[in-house]
């Protein structure tokens, strides 16, 4: 298959603080995307869980930011719509786990091209372990503890 317009299995981590109508919410996840390269200077990250973004760069890693970014943007956009912490949290869980069932279809047979050694992506590493998505929505306190890096990698699921 060409690289250059392969759909691409990736897994990524995101961890962020968000500040709602009277609350503190830590937000942890594990998704599922898809990059897709059009051209050597553009490409797509198509999110699966969650579904219903997209993002688009220059460089895969200008693509992953990109995309982590508008995600964090939904996100506050949720607090700032929801009334309080249980309103966002239902919010936040709904929109993660809705996806297209094609798009898992393509997230899947990317990762069995992977596998099968048919794809690869040299900018990210390979792993094997590909836990199911996930999404935690949790209360922080308000201590110097609850700061949190979002220094979660992507990986090229296979």
Partial sequence: MDSTTAK???????H????GQG??????ASGRAIAERERA?????LGVHPGAIAEHGSTLQDAVSRFRLRLKAVLIDFAEETADFAAFK???????IATEPESEREWEM???????????LAELPKVTD???PRIEV?????????????DQPSSLAA
């Fill in 16 to 19: 962020a603080a968000i500040v």
């Fill in 138 to 150: 949790t209360i922080l306190d308000l201590v110097p503890d609850a700061n949190v890096l979002d």
């Fill in 110 to 120: 990317a990762r069995q091209a992977v596998r099968a050694g048919k794809l690869s």
């Fill in 8 to 14: 691409f299995p990736l897994l990524f981590g995101f």
């Fill in 130 to 132: 590909c836990p199911p």
């Fill in 41 to 45: 200077d553009d490409w797509w990250i």
């Fill in 90 to 96: 239902r919010e936040v869980e709904s929109f993660f």
């Fill in 23 to 28: 609350f503190l919410a830590g937000v942890r």
